[in-house]
Nanobody, 123 residues
Framework: EVQLVESGGGLVQAGGSLRLSCAAS????????IGWFRQAPGKEREGVSC????????YYADSVKGRFTISSDNAKITVYLQMNSLKPEDTAVYYC????????????????WGQGTQVTVSS
């Protein structure tokens, strides 16, 4: 059974940084991908970033390119999302989820969701 646990969220001022962690168990990253999603109040859950173990490919939403970086530590079976130059519009609950491959990083292709971690960016 795959279990994912997010951590690292918090309250920061605009321009600040956070690093989110997604710790996995019951998970073989060698055959999988981990994606980061976010959902703001009243908004659809959207793909933010993804990393695939099979080809080491990564994905970033246009809104976060150049500011966010995804990485993985296979020894710890953990995926990180380094978030720099944060903006108020980044405020959301951030989730990690697993899939066979990153693909187009849409909600319908991912499963085994974590519980989410709140990121709040003040102006």
């Amino acid at each position: 059974e795959v279990q994912l646990v997010e951590s690292g969220g918090g309250l920061v001022q605009a321009g600040g940084s956070l690093r989110l962690s997604c710790a996995a168990s019951g998970f073989t990253f060698a055959d999988s991908a981990i994606g980061w999603f976010r959902q703001a109040p009243g908004k659809e859950r959207e793909g933010v970033s993804c990393i695939s173990s099979s080809d080491r490919s990564t994905y970033y939403a246009d809104s976060v390119k150049g500011r966010f970086t995804i990485s993985s530590d296979n020894a710890k079976i953990t995926v990180y999302l380094q978030m720099n130059s944060l903006k108020p519009e980044d405020t959301a609950v951030y989730y990690c989820a697993s899939a066979p491959i990153c693909g187009t990083v849409v909600v319908t292709t991912f499963g085994s969701w974590g519980q989410g971690t709140q990121v709040t960016v003040s102006s």
